[in-house]
């Protein structure tokens, strides 16, 4: 037994099997627990090469010595042997003389693994080839099969030819069209060819070695179930690799007529065009052909409901008497949110309906033109004897979402067991402003109460902090300080000075000597975060604070002046310090554009006869919050802006929070910048809540990424700046313009958002925004396909008047250049931001000039371009008749 462990730690895997080989069952079991104890030596430090050499030999003798099927699976597949196991071969012979029923057993326990624990497919199929089982036809073997079946070996064998091969193939492949997320697999190989699967498959049903039948309905069936993109692009090539003919197309009407109506487009439309062929052969009922049309119709692709409006005026055609059927059907299009599919389904209907006879269809025609935009409902009162538009259904009402109301935030935590569970919240997962900030001050209310009880209640919520568990005592400023001042949203330096793994001294010097290293244009925004924290954090240890004065009363960041009046006032009754960098953080967030509010408190706050309060009186009462005067600059296709010094935010204030008012320019944003984590920003406005120009002309180089170097996420802080407090001007229109542009569907969304929230407050420059558009597209900072989509959605949410206020301004800057020849081609996504202009335009009865739109207009051709352009000034042209 110790030459066997021997073997094994030195991983010599032959030695160690001829071993075995001539050990009963009962000496086998007996050395299982020195063979477990070695694993759990090996877990300790499996990264050295002692245990990557055992691992494999380990792997094998502890399936060789174990009898129960249950344990041996559960080795063969445990997680430490992952990384380094022996060969599936090695563990077939080590395990080849037991019993087949065993054998099986073994075999689907580990099939019946998540195809995460990577268990090889050789080992399994080996072990169902030893025993005679039937197949498993589970997620991992499936999975490991096509894989195997899709490496090719042998020169000249093909994915056919091993399917050919295979015992198991029908079983196998029935499960294939169950099995999820397979279609990426399938797809490693070849797209067409023997060694493509959709070929192969399609070969073995022709030739019959797979029932067609079966096969065929399984993958529809697996179409009907949806699944990721991959598998819908895989199976429905599968599909029309099978080539069905018409007899099959026809015996799965139902099944076309059920993924025409909620598959995704790409396989809704092969559906379609399977449905069209059979309706225009006259294989497909009239009722079933409305069927079709009322799911198509109302599906959002526009691809697919013209071709079903082209299907429909097809068939009318070719068989007149249907058009008491058809054409309602084809009016349900009246309803669809794209005016242009709507002008469509109306020339159709007006094309066939003189071949209406019933005067009840024709009720139904007149009934539905009442969903058409204004412009297509007059044209209906003249062709289909629809109703008039009364002054009221005339008459556009715009539908903005309600302007978000900020949240009161709530007192600190009165318990420390409570505290100590937002902590711990805190800690794992992102935090709001209001979250955090009721922790901030919480933690200085109960550091200042009983120390000693938020320690006690604190240890086991941070215990596995790595700063916790240092070997030394205390964290060096020079190794770790960086760590706590480069994460402050996370109040970690405060549960660490609480928990004295913070030097006094370390803390004080940070105060003194501030910040070191490369500043960039964000600086002056984290470095007054940093000095509210760092100053609390060493008041702790020095001369703990009641509470803080700078607790915002909403969850924006802004602090009634009132409440501060009455905070200062405790303070003197305490005979509490206070804190410089709290103080001055307060001064910050306090609110001045309410002036009676503001003026009342200034006159508490003299009366306390403190100098915080003298200076709180004479911030107060000074001017409301002031902007600098800032100017445009380029860079390539970037439109930034600089501003210039404000003196206000300089005079009286700490160090730390004097850059806030020094000038920003446009070089400052090409340091190297270490603020990669968006989690910090939305606590960038909570420092300046009355001046969001401040923090966005900060922003304004991140948010431009999202649309010229199509990073992902930065437009995330949008709302939240459109939600702030203070003027919206430059620099919140430009980056609400880099948003609208942004690459990814998630931050154009944000855009949205912001645009509708700015639209809601009365705070939105469509003008100026407008503008801003037009000159980055033409810049090429902003892709109109991009701003399409952007203005699509946000049109759709009801908001058409504010969408054309703004595309008015920016159409004019991109027309210009055609009008004058100024561009050899017109920009990309031209055409489209014409339609979602007209579809405006008709919807709020806009009625104006739109400078250099007659010219486009006026071109020769037919081009969508010009159709579109012709289309706008027609409808700011008409007048709606009523």
Known sequence: ???????????????????????????????????????????????????????????????????????????????????????????????????????????????????????????????????????PTTEAYVHGWVEHIGHVWQRGDTVLDRLRKDPHLAQLTAALFETNDIGSRLAWSAAEGPNSWTDALAHLTAEGVLDRKATVGACLARLLRGGPAADHRVFLRMLQAFALTRDEQREHTADWLALASDAPSVVAGHAQSVLASLALDGELTTRQLVEMSGAVLFRTEKKLVRAQLVLLGKVLTGEPSAAEELLPAAAQAFGHGDSDVQER???????????????????????AAEQLIPVLRARAVRSLGAAPATPEQLTYEEVLPPAPEPVRLAPAPDSVAELTEEVGALLASEADVATFERTLDGLVRHAHRDKDALVEALAPVVARRWWADTESSQIRLKDHFAYFTNQPQRLELLLATLLDQVPTATLHRAIEHGPSGSECVHSALTRAFNARIQEVAYRIRTEPLPFLLSTPTWSTGLLEPDELVTRLDEYRHLGARVCAADFAQALLRVRREDRTAAEAAAVRAAALGTPEGAHLAKWLTADGPALPAARRRTAGPRILLECAELLELQEDFPREFRPLGRPVGVYGERRYCYHWDDEIRPHWLAILPERRELVAVRLLHDLSTVAVDDVRGAAATLPLLAESEGEAGEAVHLCVAYGLGARHPEDRLAAVDALLVLAARGQLDAARLGTDLGQLVRRGAVKPSRLVESARTAAATGANATVWEMLRHTLPVLLADLATGGAAAPARGLADLLTVAAECAERTGAREELPHLARTADRRGSSRLVAQARRLRSALAEEVAA
């Not at 090996?42 to 003798?61: G, I, M, N």
């Not at 559960?74 to 080849?96: Q, T």
């Not at 389904?345 to 009934?367: F, M, N, P, T, W």
């Open 1 to 135: 037994m110790t030459s066997l462990m021997d073997a094994v730690r030195a991983g010599r895997t032959a030695e160690a099997v001829s071993l075995l080989d001539g050990m009963t069952d009962a000496e086998r079991r007996a050395f299982f627990p020195e063979l477990r104890a070695l694993r759990k030596e090996l877990r300790a430090d499996q990264w050295t090469s002692q245990s990557r050499r055992a691992y494999p030999t380990l792997h094998a003798a502890g399936a060789a010595c174990q009898t129960g099927a249950a344990g041996v699976a559960s080795w063969l597949v445990a997680a430490d042997m992952r990384w380094w196991p022996a060969s599936p071969g090695v563990l077939i012979d080590v395990l080849g003389d037991r019993a087949p029923g065993w054998l099986a057993d073994v075999a689907h326990r580990i099939a019946e693994r998540p195809v995460s624990a990577r268990v090889p497919y050789e080992l399994m199929a080996g072990l169902v080839r030893l025993s005679g089982c039937p197949v």
């Open 345 to 367: 389904a109306l020339k159709l209907v007006e094309r066939h309906l003189s071949k209406v006879r019933s005067a009840q269809a024709r009720d139904e025609l007149a009934s």
